[in-house]
């Protein structure tokens, strides 16, 4: 007879307050991690048992339910709870809202598929008659090794019907062998082909080697110039953790599409490629992932993942390395749902599973070369670009003094050395950070402008699709040949130019050129982008006009020159990283020009040129601008110096927002070192048919911020229809 139901907690992934009690049958041999299936309310869920023996809680012995099953699968590594916990709790968020994102994956709790082999029975040799048919004697030949195959394959090899195979099978001639349908990841080898390394790069890479040998936490910023060999210096740390049996490492990227070129030369580095994990893949993809990264035995372990954010909440059983390439960059920060800061997520959970981790930029955020100044992390510094290849020569283009004609947006000094480098067989980026063709609709008889029905935003037009578009909930419509508002003819004017109003400028002066538009919405795969990639590879493209998708570590020896179309956007606005980012996505984009042995150059179109972030680029001191950053940072209280939160009221009703929004402010916690600013209407006061107010939460560093947070958001019950989001370290400010 089984022993007594024991009282256990189950955490269910959802956002309720935290997981719930739950009885389960003493026969179940439940464990912490477990997953189970158990009653709420009238449905059935799966949860995860998170507490094996909670302290006691208030509910009536007789009200707790039973869990209804055990799943069949791997129980969540304790390091994976351990790190949903901290971010639910530091986050402000409901640890089942956190859960879920480890968890939501379609189909991953389904058993990896299984399929039948066959292959010839061990002591068919001895049996071998002569009575054996001529088809039967064909399959025996076809035999490759003692490999299992499919009974098409058989057929196929013999060249028999495959009733014959089948035949075989009933004879005992053959026999079925049952394996997993998802075949294992092939391992990278730590010894494929490394490169030699310069004794800058040697230098670095023994620091992490090192480090990578030492198992314990300790964050490092590999800071280096673009093309000084970065990915070349943390392959060496990947190497290093390769060698330890079973270890695992995590590789965090911005953005998925930029890992075309990485994945080629992962595989040249290591004979084999990584798992990839980002929202794109397909639900069997996301299984056969999440089920060999899950893998107990060390050996069928899937080694090196390389992912968007939500890689950090995959299943690792042994975690030894993560880098985060590109640490600087926005995209990092999950701004829905659960909002957090992936870079600084990968730090916390390299923490925990005690390994090193690496932040590799050429224009680290301010927080972190703050951190490494400190101490805090260590700091290795690549000052030289591999081989012959320079730092491109940077010059500003004084808009002020170079007009541009009404209606064109390249100056002739642009023009000039655009015509220059397509002579002369080399290729050239035009950067310019906006979608679409005019970010702006106006009409010129009552000056009306096109704005989103749903949104404080203009919509943008894209004549790639002949439509208005908002880039803020998606909204779009026809281009109105009417103005609504004064109902003009063909009054309407595109205001402002995006990538596609400068392509068709391109087009004018260059009939002959090869140009390319490259902006996330003209790539709707990852695929896609690696095609467009391997045709600048190829040199099939003479200029390329791009957005800030271009800005990522992309490497192609033929372009020689960047002209910025804008070195001014994205400098106004209330976000007070607006300088810092600029100058960083600058620099990103100049940094693809010159990267092998023809030397670079990169103009700015401006109208201030004595901007810092313009000076900062052309003296290439970004350490005294980070400084001086730093110093505005610092007076103002702002991250890293104090702590700040960004606290959003929404909702479809404006009344019950704005009161809700006072509500809080009135009772806001005072004194103690925290100010609170607000409410303001959100700069997008109107989003998705929502009204937005903001708070804005400004502490010192040594105030616990969550703490004071989590008790005032509970003392203010918040209206029907309204949503109260929590921002810790906001970057967005709209
Ligand atoms: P970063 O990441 O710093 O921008 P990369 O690692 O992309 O720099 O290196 C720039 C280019 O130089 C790449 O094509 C890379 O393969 C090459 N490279 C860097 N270091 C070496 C080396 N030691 N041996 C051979 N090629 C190298
Ligand atoms: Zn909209």
Known sequence: MGSDPERIQVLLPLPLSGPFDYLADGDMTLEAGDFVTVPLGKRSLQGVVWNMAPEQSDIAADKIKPVLARRDLPPLPRTLMQFIDWVASYTLSPPGAVLKIAVTVPRAFDRPKEKTLYRLSADLPEKLPEKLTRGRRAVVAAAIGDMP????TWAGLAAVGSGVVRGMVRAGQMVAVTVSGDPPYPEPDAKHAGPDLSPEQQKAAGHIRDMVQARIFKPVLLE????????EVYFEAIAEALEMP??????????????AQWLTRFEQRFGAEPVVWHSGLTPAQRRRAWWAIIKGQAKERARVVVGARSALFLPFQDLKLIVVDEEHSATFKQEEGVIYQGRDMAVVRAMQASCPVILASATPSLETILNAESGKYDWLYLGERHGEALLPDMTAIDLRHHRTRTGTWLSDPLREALEKNLAQGEQSLLYLNRRGYAPLTLC????????CPHCSAWLVEHRSNGRLVCHHCGFSCQPPRICPECQAEDSMAACGPGVERVAEEMHELFPEARIM?????????????????????????????????????????????????????????????AAERTWQQLEQVAGRAGRADRPGRVLFQTYDPGHPVLQALLSGDGQAFLLEEARAREQQMLPPFGKLAAII?????????VKCARHLAASAPKGCGIIVLGPVSAPMAFLKGNHRFR????????VRLQNILRDWLNRCPHGRGVIIQVDIDPYSFL
Request: charged residues 25%; negative net charge; proline residues 4%.
């Open 444 to 451: 010129r008889s009552c000056g009306h402008r096109m704005e």
């Open 149 to 152: 195959m499919e009974l098409k």
């Open 649 to 657: 009221i929404s909702g479809r009703d404006y009344k019950p927002v």
């Open 695 to 702: 708070l804005l939460v400004k502490a010192e560093k040594q």
């Open 224 to 231: 280096g110039i673009t093309g000084s060999g970065k990915t």
């Open 517 to 577: 538009v490259m902006a996330s919405d003209e790539i709707s795969s990852a695929a896609e982008m690696h095609a467009m990639i391997s045709r600048i590879e190829r040199h099939e493209v003479d200029f390329i006009i791009g957005t800030q998708i271009v800005t990522k570590g992309y490497h192609f020896p033929m372009l020689t020159l960047v002209g910025v179309v804008d070195a001014d956007l994205g400098l106004s606005g209330g976000d007070p990283r």
């Open 246 to 259: 079973g270890a695992q490492i995590l590789v965090l990227v911005p953005e998925i599409a930029l890992t």
